[in-house]
């Protein structure tokens, strides 16, 4: 029997093409500024570590974005709520490229954080218009396409900020995020109308759908540990390739994100285990993975070659995990999957906040090694909790059965 090559007609090739797109250029908005600070402050005259400020406030709109509109997916008719969001988003990167003065523009960047969120709301949308034979490879492309827009983003930002001025990048983003926005409005699929749901009792059903489901409950944890594991591992390496012996400027740091990018891009297609029944064997091997791609880092803390191999494998290890973690929640309660991205988003956030927190601490006990030992332990600790529990992530959506 022939296999179709498109999860429905409502989600062709093109269709998740154009979801990866949109969803990467979405989430870049977030980095922008990290490579500009130091011009954006110059140009406002505040001190570099006021700018630094401008980051944080992005981040924290994001969070709240995730936690307050992103759950409105399940209830808001998203044809109608996509667009509008991107809408309001390119009015805010409109607000921060004209921004007078630093607190205008720690307002703008607030309000980009908050309504850069559409990537978020497009991946239930898409796991929604996806057959369950192919949901996996779908969710997989998308947030395939998120994870090159997140470390294209920075790249881009510089280049264009050298040429136009800082300014440019934000005028440059408000154009495309909202011809996206219309473009959407015209592509999007009709949705039946959604339940209606107070929006005060939808914020608060979120724990109660994760308390549900022990599967939901679980992935939490092992997306939580490998999330914080990833933010570790990638503040630690700006701490060891700064220092002896590489002593190496922030462009060449920067050229290990191409390595992050290869990482990324060869675990975009890992949804496949997914829709052929591996989910949870395939959360194990990813585990496996992302525990030695660590030890490689930690023997060859000294040489750049093992240092790259040692991204390269733990970037496959830890988004083949989100992607599969991410397809598995979704397979649980198709209703709810807005509300189960919003838990998954903001315990990765909460994660990638202690791991960050984490690598500083360790760095100045014992440098790069501590790092990696302390990840390594987090990386033990989830492998644990999968051995115990891999039961409860079973998962059969496909042709092939979970083998146990």
């Not at 470390?151 to 050298?162: E, H, N, Y």
Request: with cysteine; net charge positive; proline share 3%.
């Amino acid at each position: 029997m022939t296999r179709n090559t498109q999860s429905t007609p409502g989600m062709s090739g093109a269709m998740t093409l154009l979801f990866a797109i949109v969803g990467g250029a979405a989430v870049g908005n977030l980095y922008w500024a990290q490579p500009l600070l130091a011009a954006i402050a110059k140009s406002l005259d505040v001190p570099i570590g006021s700018a630094g400020a401008l980051v944080t406030m992005t981040q924290i709109g994001y969070a709240l974005g995730i936690v307050l509109i992103v759950p409105l997916g399940d209830v808001v008719v998203r044809r109608r709520l996509i667009p509008i969001i991107m809408f309001l988003s390119s009015l805010a990167l409109l607000g921060t490229a004209f921004a007078p003065s630093y607190a205008t523009l720690l307002a703008t960047l607030t309000a980009v954080g908050i309504t850069t969120v559409a990537g978020q709301l497009l991946i239930p949308l898409a796991s929604d218009l996806s057959s369950p034979e192919e949901r996996g490879r779908t969710v997989g492309t998308i947030v395939g396409g998120i994870l090159i827009g997140i470390l294209l983003s920075r790249t881009v930002s510089g280049v264009i900020a050298d040429l136009f001025g800082w300014r440019a990048v934000y005028l440059l983003a408000a154009v495309v995020t909202a011809s996206f926005s219309f473009l959407l409005t015209r592509v999007l699929p009709s949705e039946k109308e959604r339940p209606r749901i107070a929006y005060g009792r939808l914020l608060a059903s979120v724990p109660v759908v994760v308390r549900k489901h022990r599967s939901v409950q679980v992935t939490l944890v092992i997306g939580t540990v490998g999330f914080c594991t990833f933010t570790m591992f990638w503040t630690g390496l700006t701490f060891l390739l700064s220092s002896e012996p590489f002593s190496y400027s922030l462009s060449q740091i920067g050229l290990m994100g191409v390595v992050g990018l290869a990482g990324s891009l060869a675990a975009r297609r890992i949804g496949w285990l997914h829709d052929n029944g591996y989910s949870a064997a395939g959360t194990g091997a990813a585990l496996v993975l992302a525990f030695v791609s660590l030890g490689i880092g930690a023997i060859g803390a000294s040489n750049i070659l093992l240092v790259a191999l040692a991204v390269l494998l733990f970037d496959v290890a830890i988004q083949s995990n989100n992607v599969l973690n991410q397809t598995r929640l979704f397979s649980v309660e198709p209703e709810a999957r807005s509300r189960l991205n919003t838990a998954f988003v903001s315990c990765n956030f909460l994660g990638g906040a202690l791991g960050s927190l984490l690598a500083g601490l360790l760095w100045e006990m014992a440098g790069w090694k501590a790092i990696m030992t302390g990840a390594m332990a987090l990386i033990c600790l989830a492998f644990a909790l999968w051995l115990i529990q891999r039961h409860h992530l079973s998962v059969s959506t496909g042709p092939k059965k979970e083998v146990r």
